[in-house]
């Protein structure tokens, strides 16, 4: 193993172009990408970006993501194409669980976006990358049990 390459190392992108080269890289995953996203702040940050992306990510690609995101309107439309688009989506009350800001671990890496400041982080360390997957785990039990509410409160 080479000891540069377990080395940590952050990378930050700045602007639209910035934003679309950081999520380029989460095509790389070689494994399910554990993402916190706000659906709506992601097409307004970047517009046209995603549904061509998600396509390229989930079929071309054969990358899955699961997600956690507020249920806003964009989220739930979204939530629509889960299966299409390689993705499974648990809603959250936006009431209580709104945030902008989106997080995506994969691999060795956490991403760290904000679409209203239009910048990007990527930290590649595993064991930052091994705490934020616990951690998501977690989130991701919790979301689950928001999510059948919220189901129940559509129903």
Known sequence: ENPESTKPKV?????????????ED?????????AYANVEDMHKGLPNFFPEYYQRR??????????????????????????????????????????????????????FASWREKMAIIIKSKEIADFHKKMYALCWEQAKLEHKKLKKKIN
């Open 11 to 23: 990378s930050f992108y700045e602007g639209e172009k910035g934003m679309r080269q950081a999520y």
């Open 26 to 34: 989460t095509l790389t995953s070689s494994e399910t990408i554990l």
């Open 58 to 111: 989930g079929v071309e690609k054969k990358i899955h993501i699961r997600c956690i995101a507020p249920d806003n309107k964009t989220s739930k439309d979204r939530h629509k194409q889960d299966k299409k688009e390689n993705r499974e989506m648990l809603l959250i009350p936006e009431k209580e669980y709104d945030f902008s800001p989106e997080i995506n671990i994969y691999d060795d890496k956490v991403l």
